[in-house]
């Protein structure tokens, strides 16, 4: 059998992912690999593949107990024999593995690192054909990474042991320069080959949001995504039983994990939400680490994390399996407050030295201002994580709130002048609020009017709102150029460390607000039309079945179908056990375990829309008929929504465009459109055509784009290089407006 065989027959899958095949045939030809990809990539496969196709035993070390339960659980249900072998098992039950093992019952077994150096299981590695070993989560061999694993040492020494050395693969989604070395060196790696894949998650979208009320923004939010699975994470353990105690009286039934519930507690709440009983969980930092649900659809923080490595790796829990899935931080000033009271007022560690201590806090300190940057910088998100992380990236991604219009970003350099100007007048004098309320002249009190309006910063900003004066003054707070002390215990206004610089005309300043958000219309009361269907409906039907089989069979829903298998079902609307094999995420093992049960409820489905029918001519064989085709595509207005839009007079970026047809559809409707979208459709006609360039692919006008009106504009980066950007004329976007219509008759 090939990897390609495989791939599919037990995985389900017909491609692999960018960096799978390279890891997959070094180790497969006895060569040592590095992999630094990131979470969801897909690290597992890489060796779990070549386990698969050595005649050998392969060893996979995983720091963690869950982690290790939940792939040999997907292995079994795959149809691979694996086990493995830690401290969750009794001494019976380690010595009957060990013997199984000694018979080669299992292909690929998981052991956590204590169990290297214990005398019987030395005794069975060293007599077996064991010819690859496995580091997972590699990073936990450093002392410079967050989970530094002491056991992780001595996995060298393991290794070192045996007559002929298996290969070695380490597997990481940590990749500072550091760790990387640390992982070569300590883990005695051999001439391995290296792959570092880029950071980029495609499939997340991310988003800052700064709403008035959090509480109130996530009850809003919920009741989109209702029946999707969740992450809430919050700063303390006080705030998380509150949010989830307000949640659960609003109807959100969620759950919570902190490390001051008992261990019990904190179990249950796990594996409630791991087995979708509980789709919401509120949680601190303390929870994620070794879950591998992989259909948590969407990760909010309620406050703003510490660090961009904190943030990335916790929303980085969104999306596992490749389907659209979102990040959503929100975020207030208070949270920058509260952060670094946290490092100024953090504990000594007795091991450091003074200059360590001081060291260590300054670095926390910088790290908790980039954190805060990522919240209020006016650019694309996707592109600072990934700078963050050392990447290049393009200037806009399509898949961020940013990109996609959520927030307007004004040059405000003039209005920063004369804040500026204010905080040296009044030299100390003022907090935030009394500060706006002098740019504004709205002083009350007639002593205070009488002190203050002599002043030359006296209603220097009359006509601005005062709330938007303090959002003001707080952005500027946080590009330094003001700054915030607390001299007598309260807060004063100062100018901030870039102060000169906007004084002098070096720097300007660029406001980012969120944009006006549309009112939201009135709902029209929605007829019930007999006859539609949509995807959800069906995915929801499919959900339902496999929770009821998670039930039978004590497996967590994941386990048995990822969230993207069961969407490429409702795409797919297979009707043979020959069609369900074709599925994504269906291998030969799974068909035959499960394929009749939904099988059965996509036919009755298909049946009661008349939606599919297989043709009975058996010439025609597999050519079946596909009506109703033009429903299933994932965004349509109906004309009356359409009549709605107003084409923008200024050629307009797609992003823009999908986020005002979004706007159109009513509320209550989940399905958005995005920009990538409006391309990927664009590029299906020929109207664009991707381009390769230095920087990765770039999708440029093609042949039919003359005949949409598209127009090119040169645009400058913030680094100064130089990009195109397509944009859509008024009649581009009516023409476009038209694909997204659906026809009278379907409304
Ligand atoms: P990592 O360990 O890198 O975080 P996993 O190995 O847990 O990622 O894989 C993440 C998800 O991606 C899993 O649901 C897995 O089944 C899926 N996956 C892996 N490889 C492929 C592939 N080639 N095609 C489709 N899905 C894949
Ligand atoms: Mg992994």
Known sequence: MDKYKVLKKYFGYTSFHPGQEEMIDSLSNGRDVLAVMPTGAGKSLCYQIPAILSDGISLVISPLLSLMKDQVRSLNQA????????????????RKALRLAGEGAY???????????????????????????????????????????????????FIGQFPHRPSVGAFTATATAAVRRDILKLLSLRDPKIVVSGFDRPNLFFGVETPRSKDQWILQYLSHHRDESGIIYCATRKNTDRLCDFLNAHGYLSTRYHAGMSNEERISSQDNFIFDRIKLITATNAFGMGIDKSNVRFVIHYNMPQSMENYYQEAGRAGRDGDPAECVLLYSPQDMIIGRYMIEHRERNEELSDGEFEELRRRDLE??????????????????????????????????????????????????????????ELNGRCGLKNMAKVLCGTVREEDKKRRFSSLRCWKALDGMEETDVCDLLEALIQDEILSRSFPGGYP??????????????????????PAEKKESRNAPVRMENEGAWSEEDLMALLRGLRLTISQEKGLPPHIIFSDSALSDMCRKLPLTEREFIDVSGVGFRKAEEYGERFL????????????????????????????????????????????????????????????????LKEPSEV??????????????????????????????????????????????????????????????????LRLYTAPEDQK
């Not at 060293?126 to 040492?153: K, M, T």
Request: net charge positive.
């Open 79 to 94: 149809g691979v024999p694996a086990a493995y072998i830690n401290s969750s098992l009794t001494e019976g039950q380690i």
């Open 107 to 157: 292909r690929i077994i998981y052991v956590a690192p204590e169990r290297l150096v214990s005398p019987n299981f030395l005794s069975f590695a060293l007599n077996a054909d064991i010819r690859l070993v496995a580091v997972d989560e590699a990073h936990c061999v450093s002392q410079w990474g967050q989970d530094f694993r002491p056991s992780y040492l001595k996995i060298a020494g």
């Open 367 to 424: 790290k908790l201002r980039r954190m805060e940057k990522y919240c209020t910088c006016p650019g694309c998100l996707r592109q600072y994580i990934l700078e963050y992380f050392g990447e290049k990236a393009g200037s806009s991604c399509s898949g961020c709130s940013h990109c996609t219009g959520g927030y307007a970003v004004t040059d405000a350099t003039w209005e920063a002048r004369k804040a500026v100007a204010a905080a040296v």
């Open 492 to 513: 004063v206004i100062n100018p901030g460390r870039l102060a000169e610089d906007i004084l002098s005309g070096k720097k300007s300043f660029m406001w980012r607000r």
């Open 600 to 663: 059965q409820v996509i036919r009755s489905f298909c049946a009661r829309f008349a939606i599919r029918e297989i043709s009975d001519d058996p010439k025609k064989g597999r050519q079946r008929k596909t009506y109703r085709q033009d429903q299933r595509l994932r965004f349509m207005l109906t004309p009356s929504e359409a009549s709605a839009f107003v084409p923008s007079e200024e050629p307009c970026s797609m992003a823009h465009f999908a986020k005002v047809l979004s706007d």
């Open 671 to 736: 399905r958005k459109l995005f920009g990538v979208d409006v391309e990927g459709k664009l590029l299906s006609l020929d109207v664009l055509k991707k381009e390769k360039k230095e920087t990765g692919e770039y999708a440029v006008p093609g042949p039919r784009a003359q005949e949409f009106h598209l127009s090119v504009q040169e645009k400058l980066s913030a680094k100064g290089t130089a990009y195109q950007t397509v944009l859509l004329s008024p009649e581009a976007q009516m023409m476009i």
